[in-house]
């Protein structure tokens, strides 16, 4: 059974910083390019950042390029997403997923993504 389990989460003022994990289990996690999305009440799931299954390529979506880093660590089966310079904008329910189809260009719509975590929390206070 695959499980993808998002951490770190929480509450932070304007400027601040989190890191997401996602430890992934139940797959053979190098052979799945990895993507971050977040969620609002108010709006449909948005891509944030997806990185290829070695890692050497990630694709980032515009408002969060230069303020959040993408990574993964194959041997722990984990990606993580560190978000520095948070904006209230940035409060959102954040869910990782993975792409078992993804060779060469990484995808940023919800629907090419075969398993997704439960999500985690980010709240950003102006």
């Known amino acids: 059974q695959v499980q993808l389990l998002e951490s770190g989460g929480g509450l932070v003022q304007a400027g601040g910083s989190l890191r997401l994990s996602c430890a992934a289990s139940?797959?053979?996690?190098?052979?799945?390019?990895m993507g971050w999305f977040r969620q609002t009440p108010q709006k449909t799931r948005d891509f944030v950042a997806a990185i290829a299954r070695s890692g050497s390529t990630t694709y980032y979506q515009d408002s969060v390029k230069g303020r959040f880093t993408i990574s993964r660590d194959n041997a722990e089966n984990t990606v993580y997403l560190q978000m520095n310079s948070l904006k209230p904008e940035d409060t959102a329910f954040y869910y990782c997923a993975a792409d078992g189809n993804s060779y060469v260009n990484l995808r940023t719509g919800p629907a090419w993504y075969d398993y997704w975590g439960q999500g985690t929390q980010v709240t950003v206070s102006s």
């Open positions: 139940g797959l053979t996690f190098s052979r799945y390019a």
